[in-house]
């Protein structure tokens, strides 16, 4: 007994353990007694309530449930109930979503109800160009009652509808009342009253009067009764050839042009301007669409009653119109309709339509022909079946247009009239400018078989009043006044040197040297007085015995003043060149680094500056200093870059290398090292380690270290410490020898002051350089090498055994 009730009592802890972690599953510590079998429904959803509140899925929170506890078997379980309840849910929510419509949740607001009517629109490519079609392709336009507007009062009663019928006042009483299948509703206390047939205000009328009967407030005018239309019955309707035939139930507010829109229009054949609205077997109504399309005339657009049968016989005339009208396409005329109505339904001629007269290309019995319209027939001519009307456009060409331009205040188009001069469209052009060349206009004329002429008109003469120079002018001529600055040829003047902004100006008359220096921002802090000018030498006669090219002037000049006293003037095309002062350079500066008394930057005294002045300078070196780990670290120029990049390596179009070593260069080295060996400088100040230093330069003095680093392709990269008579390999074995990539025989030291050493080997004897302190070894890696294939085995195989081959048998 206690072992059951053990059992029973752990059960029940492992189901408020599993609820909780159900209910929170996220924040659950433990999930190991989470058992999945025994989930509900409303635990699922708590679990998927919780997943998407934190916006994550069940995938995510995989290793999170893993981690406390819960068995992967356990959440596989988990995965799968919530996948099907989810699928489950969605499937319950849309079924949910489907009984009840967009439009009544809407539409109940107003206190009036519809069924949702659905129709899916297909846009008709084949018939696009059919005139009206593009209406009922529209999703939209569906020409749907509006459930907001009042009750019509001639709207009829019948089997579906339903009633709001209220009694207040005194006596109060409200009930929603469908009509039935008889056509009766039934009020309580007061019995059945038929209602089927009759309009909504003689059925109000009715039943107030039935209600006066049972109420005796109503009859004493103490309570009032409403009647409204609160629930609207949908009928069945009829639609043959539309593009989607067949039965339709829809509201029975709807119109006609609603039932055409959700049977897709007419057909591929179908008529637009005589459709029949069939009712009790009669046509009851002609339906011309073209009267909404063309004039917004919804007088067609009548409401449809249960059954009624809406027929689209075939077209019997349609017409194409094509080219310059505001709506090309397919139109449907009726008999009597002129072409003029067909412009009309195309709304009429574009800006660029030919209007004299319209091409139309018509059938007969047995072949095409072609007709032209007139202007004056538009009215009276009826087009015919099959009909292509062709409107095209107006000629590009003008009737009445003149040009002038050049050196005239309004150079454009003008209109030309006849009789017109060249001293009337001067006039209108607001006159010459100042500019003008007046001895010579020209007039470029069309001719009439379209070829061109030149006509040359004295423009002063004719300015003057002599007729005979004024040219009369004709359609499509073009004047043109030069300029006398189109005759002048452009002069420039160059001047370079010690000047601050140096290049090619424009020359003036009266240019002098003065002008041209201020133009140029004025000289140099290191122009000299010295001033060269060149200038060229023109001569009609070639003087074979003088060789010069160009004419050399030298003048002095004062550089502390732009104005100079004496002004030289300068002539076209010359070159002007202001020298620079023999002696005038900036201090430049080189830097020492490291371990010396006074580290910075020092400027450099004199022109051979060596490294052992500039050391000393910077006060010596200091008793930490690594005498054989000093050098100099040189920018690499942009020259040198240059000249690297313009030497032809005869490499292959695609290779790379050029760039690759221009990049490493600018990015990766930035200067150049240069070992220095201070011990023999200090010996000998004229060893060659006293090198001359540049601008820029950076003496380096590295502090004493007796650790040896050893990098690359090893064990372990590491430093160790330097043992006095220990070689090369030692260092190389004590950070545990090469890795299986390294390369040992090609390992290279690179010494403190920058020099490097490499190892070396002459036949079976291999040399290793000497390591010093503060050094670094460094191990390359090997290159990759091809394996050779089994058939290039098979082909060395097959050389050697045809040598021996040949060799035994040369020996025989």
């Given at each position: 007994?206690?072992?059951?009730?053990?059992?029973?009592?752990?059960?029940?802890?492992?189901?408020?353990?599993?609820?909780?972690?159900?209910?929170?599953?996220?924040?659950?510590?433990?999930?190991?007694?989470?058992?999945?079998?025994?989930?509900?429904?409303?635990?699922?959803?708590?679990?998927?309530?919780?997943?998407?509140?934190?916006?994550?899925?069940?995938?995510?929170?995989?290793?999170?449930?893993?981690?406390?506890?819960?068995?992967?078997?356990?959440?596989?379980?988990?995965?799968?109930?919530?996948?099907?309840?989810?699928?489950?849910?969605?499937?319950?929510?849309?079924?949910?979503?489907?009984?009840?419509?967009?439009?009544?949740?809407?539409?109940?607001?107003?206190?009036?109800?519809?069924?949702?009517?659905?129709?899916?629109?297909?846009?008709?490519?084949?018939?696009?160009?059919?005139?009206?079609?593009?209406?009922?392709?529209?999703?939209?336009?569906?020409?749907?009652?509006?459930?907001?507007?009042?009750?019509?009062?001639?709207?009829?009663?019948?089997?579906?509808?339903?009633?709001?019928?209220?009694?207040?006042?005194?006596?109060?009483?409200?009930?929603?009342?469908?009509?039935?299948?008889?056509?009766?509703?039934?009020?309580?206390?007061?019995?059945?009253?038929?209602?089927?047939?009759?309009?909504?205000?003689?059925?109000?009328?009715?039943?107030?009067?039935?209600?006066?009967?049972?109420?005796?407030?109503?009859?004493?005018?103490?309570?009032?009764?409403?009647?409204?239309?609160?629930?609207?019955?949908?009928?069945?309707?009829?639609?043959?050839?539309?593009?989607?035939?067949?039965?339709?139930?829809?509201?029975?507010?709807?119109?006609?042009?609603?039932?055409?829109?959700?049977?897709?229009?007419?057909?591929?054949?179908?008529?637009?301007?005589?459709?029949?609205?069939?009712?009790?077997?009669?046509?009851?109504?002609?339906?011309?669409?073209?009267?909404?399309?063309?004039?917004?005339?919804?007088?067609?657009?009548?409401?449809?009653?249960?059954?009624?049968?809406?027929?689209?016989?075939?077209?019997?005339?349609?017409?194409?119109?094509?080219?310059?009208?505001?709506?090309?396409?397919?139109?449907?005329?009726?008999?009597?309709?002129?072409f003029s109505d067909l412009l009309n339904f195309a709304s009429g001629f574009n800006e660029f339509a030919y209007t004299a007269s319209v091409n139309v290309m018509q059938k007969t019995g047995k072949?095409?022909?072609?007709?032209?319209?007139?202007?004056?027939e538009y009215n009276t001519y009826g087009p015919q079946s099959g009909d292509v009307f062709r409107v095209t456009k107006i000629l590009n060409r003008f009737e009445n247009r003149i040009k002038i331009?050049?050196?005239?205040?309004?150079?454009?188009?003008?209109?030309?009239?006849?009789?017109?001069?060249?001293?009337?469209?001067?006039?209108?052009?607001?006159?010459?400018?100042?500019?003008?060349?007046?001895?010579?206009?020209?007039?470029?004329?069309?001719?009439?078989?379209?070829?061109?002429?030149?006509?040359?008109?004295?423009?002063?003469?004719?300015?003057?009043?002599?007729?005979?120079?004024?040219?009369?002018?004709?359609?499509?001529?073009?004047?043109?006044?030069?300029?006398?600055?189109?005759?002048?040829?452009?002069?420039?003047?160059?001047?370079?040197?010690?000047?601050?902004?140096?290049?090619?100006?424009?020359?003036?008359?009266?240019?002098?040297?003065?002008?041209?220096?201020?133009?140029?921002?004025?000289?140099?802090?290191?122009?000299?007085?010295?001033?060269?000018?060149?200038?060229?030498?023109?001569?009609?006669?070639?003087?074979?015995?003088?060789?010069?090219?160009?004419?050399?002037?030298?003048?002095?000049?004062?550089?502390?003043?732009?104005?100079?006293?004496?002004?030289?003037?300068?002539?076209?095309?010359?070159?002007?060149?202001?020298?620079?002062?023999?002696?005038?350079?900036?201090?430049?500066?080189?830097?020492?680094?490291?371990?010396?008394?006074?580290?910075?930057?020092?400027?450099?005294?004199?022109?051979?500056?060596?490294?052992?002045?500039?050391?000393?300078?910077?006060?010596?070196?200091?008793?930490?200093?690594?005498?054989?780990?000093?050098?100099?670290?040189?920018?690499?120029?942009?020259?040198?870059?240059?000249?690297?990049?313009?030497?032809?390596?005869?490499?292959?179009?695609?290779?790379?290398?050029?760039?690759?070593?221009?990049?490493?260069?600018?990015?990766?080295?930035?200067?150049?090292?240069?070992?220095?060996?201070?011990?023999?400088?200090?010996?000998?100040?004229?060893?060659?380690?006293?090198?001359?230093?540049?601008?820029?330069?950076?003496?380096?003095?590295?502090?004493?270290?007796?650790?040896?680093?050893?990098?690359?392709?090893?064990?372990?990269?590491?430093?160790?410490?330097?043992?006095?008579?220990?070689?090369?390999?030692?260092?190389?074995?004590?950070?545990?020898?090469?890795?299986?990539?390294?390369?040992?025989?090609?390992?290279?030291?690179?010494?403190?002051?920058?020099?490097?050493?490499?190892?070396?080997?002459?036949l079976f004897f291999r040399s290793y350089p000497k390591v010093t302190p503060d050094s670094q070894i460094v191990v390359p890696e090997k290159p990759e090498k091809k394996k050779m294939t089994a058939?290039?085995?098979?082909?060395?195989?097959?050389?050697?055994?045809?040598?021996?081959?040949?060799?035994?048998?040369?020996?025989?």
């Amino acid at each position: 007994m206690k072992k059951i009730t053990y059992i029973l009592t752990l059960f029940f802890i492992l189901l408020l353990s599993f609820n909780a972690n159900a209910q929170d599953i996220l924040k659950s510590k433990d999930l190991s007694t989470v058992k999945v079998d025994y989930l509900s429904d409303d635990d699922l959803a708590k679990i998927s309530t919780q997943l998407k509140s934190n916006n994550t899925t069940i995938d995510n929170v995989e290793s999170m449930a893993l981690s406390k506890g819960m068995t992967q078997t356990e959440f596989n379980k988990l995965k799968s109930k919530l996948t099907e309840f989810d699928k489950k849910n969605a499937k319950g929510n849309a079924n949910d979503k489907n009984s009840k419509p967009k439009i009544e949740d809407k539409d109940s607001e107003f206190g009036r109800k519809q069924e949702k009517i659905k129709n899916d629109k297909v846009k008709d490519s084949v018939n696009a160009l059919i005139f009206g079609s593009e209406l009922f392709d529209n999703p939209t336009l569906n020409f749907e009652p509006d459930l907001k507007l009042a009750t019509p009062m001639n709207y009829v009663l019948g089997p579906g509808d339903e009633l709001q019928v209220s009694v207040y006042g005194v006596q109060e009483y409200n009930a929603s009342i469908s009509v039935s299948v008889e056509g009766k509703i039934t009020i309580d206390y007061v019995g059945q009253i038929s209602v089927s047939g009759m309009s909504i205000e003689a059925a109000t009328q009715k039943i107030k009067a039935a209600i006066a009967r049972v109420y005796s407030t109503v009859s004493s005018g103490q309570s009032q009764v409403s009647v409204s239309l609160s629930r609207i019955r949908t009928i069945k309707i009829t639609i043959v050839g539309g593009k989607q035939p067949g039965n339709y139930s829809i509201s029975s507010l709807a119109t006609v042009y609603n039932a055409l829109h959700l049977a897709g229009g007419p057909g591929k054949n179908g008529s637009y301007r005589n459709i029949e609205l069939i009712r009790n077997n009669k046509v009851y109504k002609n339906v011309d669409i073209y009267k909404f399309l063309v004039k917004g005339d919804q007088s067609d657009n009548v409401s449809l009653k249960d059954n009624d049968v809406i027929r689209i016989p075939a077209y019997s005339l349609r017409v194409t119109v094509e080219g310059e009208v505001k709506r090309p396409g397919i139109f449907e005329m009726k008999k009597g309709e002129k072409f003029s109505d067909l412009l009309n339904f195309a709304s009429g001629f574009n800006e660029f339509a030919y209007t004299a007269s319209v091409n139309v290309m018509q059938k007969t019995g047995k072949e095409f022909k072609v007709h032209d319209i007139n202007e004056s027939e538009y009215n009276t001519y009826g087009p015919q079946s099959g009909d292509v009307f062709r409107v095209t456009k107006i000629l590009n060409r003008f009737e009445n247009r003149i040009k002038i331009e050049g050196a005239v205040f309004r150079p454009d188009y003008y209109s030309y009239s006849e009789g017109m001069r060249i001293s009337d469209l001067i006039t209108r052009a607001e006159g010459l400018k100042e500019d003008a060349y007046t001895k010579r206009a020209r007039i470029i004329r069309l001719k009439t078989d379209l070829t061109t002429e030149i006509v040359n008109v004295d423009l002063s003469a004719a300015l003057s009043g002599d007729l005979n120079a004024d040219v009369e002018l004709k359609r499509e001529d073009i004047v043109t006044v030069y300029s006398i600055l189109d005759f002048r040829e452009e002069y420039k003047v160059t001047i370079d040197g010690e000047v601050k902004n140096p290049g090619e100006y424009e020359y003036f008359e009266n240019l002098t040297l003065n002008d041209l220096v201020v133009q140029v921002g004025g000289l140099t802090g290191s122009a000299s007085k010295r001033v060269e000018i060149a200038r060229m030498i023109k001569s009609d006669v070639i003087d074979d015995a003088d060789p010069k090219r160009i004419e050399l002037i030298e003048l002095e000049i004062t550089t502390d003043n732009n104005e100079q006293i004496k002004n030289f003037v300068v002539k076209p095309f010359d070159v002007i060149n202001i020298r620079k002062m023999a002696v005038y350079e900036k201090p430049q500066m080189v830097a020492v680094s490291g371990a010396v008394s006074y580290p910075g930057k020092y400027v450099l005294a004199n022109k051979k500056e060596t490294v052992y002045n500039v050391v000393m300078r910077a006060g010596g070196l200091t008793s930490i200093a690594n005498l054989d780990g000093m050098k100099i670290k040189r920018p690499i120029k942009q020259a040198q870059i240059d000249k690297i990049e313009s030497i032809d390596l005869n490499l292959a179009k695609n290779d790379t290398l050029r760039s690759k070593l221009s990049k490493k260069l600018k990015e990766d080295l930035k200067f150049a090292t240069i070992p220095v060996d201070w011990e023999k400088i200090v010996k000998d100040k004229n060893h060659y380690s006293n090198v001359t230093l540049f601008p820029g330069d950076e003496i380096e003095v590295s502090v004493y270290n007796e650790g040896i680093k050893v990098t690359g392709n090893v064990l372990l990269t590491s430093e160790i410490p330097y043992r006095n008579g220990k070689g090369f390999k030692y260092y190389i074995n004590a950070v545990g020898g090469v890795d299986n990539k390294g390369w040992k025989k090609k390992a290279y030291i690179i010494y403190p002051n920058g020099k490097a050493s490499v190892t070396s080997s002459f036949l079976f004897f291999r040399s290793y350089p000497k390591v010093t302190p503060d050094s670094q070894i460094v191990v390359p890696e090997k290159p990759e090498k091809k394996k050779m294939t089994a058939g290039e085995w098979v082909g060395i195989g097959s050389v050697i055994s045809s040598l021996a081959l040949l060799i035994v048998t040369a020996f025989k």
